[in-house]
T-cell receptor, first 112, second 116 residues
Framework: EDKVVQSPLSLVVHEGDTVTLNCSYE??????LLWYKQEKKAPTFLFML????IEKKSGRLSSILDKKELSSILNITATQTGDSAIYLC????????????FGIGTKLQVIP | GAVVSQHPSRVICKSGTSVKIECRSL??????MFWYRQFPKKSLMLMAT?????????EQGVEKDKFLINHASLTLSTLTVTSAHPEDSSFYIC????????????FGPGTRLTVT
């Protein structure tokens, strides 16, 4: 059974801090790893990672995939209160039919 | 624990036919279930929120007569795409939440719908 595990489950930091969120997976026929930010309604897509070791960056957010360790991290530097959200990691697999497995998410709270 | 399944995992249907997708919470009771559509660039669009025993709440722009949602029990919600057209071809994902106070959503593995 495919599994995606995120850690920590929740995190409280002060504005300006840097945070690292972790995602590890055990899946068959890995295709890509996705990061989403969920605030209210639908999760907002952040990154898609397919190749190991290549960092993807968007403003203060960055992410990297380590296929050897079957994991990914999402970094947020200089956190702001607007970064408070649930961050979801999902892994897409292929091989017959498309399937996505989501982690339970990391709840990040950034306090002033 | 907290497993959500979807059935079927993929379906191909002809234009004009209807397709039903099931979302089940296997080991917990889900008071709320969500239906999403994933677009090619991986963005997720929330289609509707379904609460057991009541009518689903549809997001703006989602046709309720086209995408029928039924949350008949605490473990089952269904999405029926009626009179499907090729533009309805997409990856549909459901998720389930235990209770109103909980924030965790447990996602299903998705259903790939192809309308020919």
């Amino acid at each position: 059974e495919d599994k995606v595990v995120q850690s920590p489950l929740s995190l409280v930091v002060h504005e300006g801090d840097t945070v690292t969120l972790n995602c590890s997976y055990e899946v068959t026929n890995f295709r890509s790893l996705l990061w989403y930010k969920q605030e209210k309604k639908a999760p907002t897509f952040l990154f898609m990672l397919t190749s190991s070791g290549i960092e993807k960056k968007s403003g203060r957010l960055s992410s990297i995939l380590d296929k050897k360790e079957l994991s990914s991290i999402l970094n947020i530097t200089a956190t702001q209160t607007g970064d408070s959200a649930i961050y979801l990691c999902a892994v897409e697999t292929s091989g017959g039919y498309q399937k996505v497995t989501f982690g339970i998410g990391t709840k990040l709270q950034v306090i002033p | 624990g907290a497993v959500v399944s979807q059935h079927p995992s993929r379906v191909i249907c002809k234009s004009g036919t209807s397709v039903k997708i099931e979302c089940r919470s296997l080991d917990f009771q889900a008071t709320t279930m969500f239906w999403y559509r994933q677009f090619p660039k991986k963005s997720l669009m929330l289609m509707a929120t379904s609460n057991e025993g009541s009518k689903a709440t549809y997001e703006q722009g989602v046709e309720k007569d086209k995408f029928l949602i039924n949350h008949a029990s605490l473990t089952l919600s269904t999405l029926t795409v009626t009179s499907a057209h090729p533009e309805d071809s997409s990856f549909y994902i459901c998720s389930a939440r235990v209770g109103a106070g909980a924030y965790e959503q447990y996602f299903g593995p998705g259903t790939r719908l192809t309308v020919t």
